[in-house]
């Protein structure tokens, strides 16, 4: 049996760099998470906090070659680790549900999944 989707149970989402400054009331937000650059890098800062993102939480899209876990930017990153309208975009295109790596090949013209044992 052969499948032209599948379902990826391991893929990372980040959160959008401006999440909390945007979701967070306003009395809070100058003390909320927030993304700080500093010359070529960038980190969350929290309270007393400063936290990088790894690039093994973006490798959605990425072939692992390409995989390190090294800091990483929010302009490195492909968007559909962060945006869910560019994620959802990149899933469907590469008929994979919940993920972003485009892995499959497949001739089918038609997208999205369908059962097992239907016809497309």
Partial sequence: ?????????????????????????ERWRDTGPRIVRDGGSEFWAYEDRQIVTTGLNAVAGKRREEFSPEPITYDEMRRGCYDPAARVGRTRSSRCCA????????????????????SP
């Fill in 99 to 118: 993920c972003g790596r485009g892995t499959t090949s497949s001739s089918r013209s038609s997208p999205g999944p369908t059962r097992a044992g239907s």
């Fill in 1 to 25: 049996m052969s499948f032209s989707w599948f379902i990826s149970v391991d893929d990372h989402l980040i959160e959008p760099a401006r999440l909390w400054q945007e979701r967070l009331p």
